[in-house]
């Protein structure tokens, strides 16, 4: 069983920037499908993007598109959430998630349904406050 393994939350001031990685013990990384929920205070956990392992490919969610971007580097077996103009509603436990099948790519749309997600990270927090 692989260990997902968050780093990089802190607190940040609404339009500032934050990159979170997720490091994964897995030696079949390189094709799985890797990706990010977040949890707010008080509310349900939610998608936030997904990316697939042989193709690269990325979904996000419509609340973050064009403002936080997904990459992974498959040589260190991480994956990265770069996070642009935060907002107080991005504050939430950002939590790393893989769909550990070489079919995932082709299935990220999934996603938001938590579907196929078998692995969580214990979550890293985000907090974002003037």
């Known amino acids: 069983q692989a260990d997902l393994v968050e780093s990089g939350g802190g607190l940040v001031q609404p339009g500032g920037s934050l990159t979170l990685a997720c490091v994964a013990s897995?030696?079949?990384?390189?094709?799985?499908?890797m990706g990010w929920f977040r949890q707010a205070p008080e509310k349900e956990r939610e998608f936030v993007a997904a990316?697939?392992?042989?193709?690269?490919?990325?979904y996000y969610a419509d609340s973050v598109k064009g403002r936080f971007t997904i990459s992974r580097d498959n040589a260190k077996s991480t994956i990265y959430l770069q996070m642009n103009s935060l907002k107080p509603e991005d504050t939430a436990v950002y939590y790393c998630?893989?769909?550990?099948?070489?079919?995932?790519?082709?299935?990220?749309?999934?996603?938001?349904?938590?579907?196929?997600?078998?692995?969580w990270g214990q979550g890293t927090l985000v907090t974002v406050s003037a």
């Open positions: 990316i697939g392992g042989s193709n690269f490919r990325t």
């Open positions: 897995e030696r079949a990384f390189g094709s799985y499908g």
């Open positions: 998630a893989s769909d550990p099948d070489n079919y995932a790519s082709s299935r990220l749309e999934a996603w938001p349904g938590f579907k196929y997600i078998e692995l």
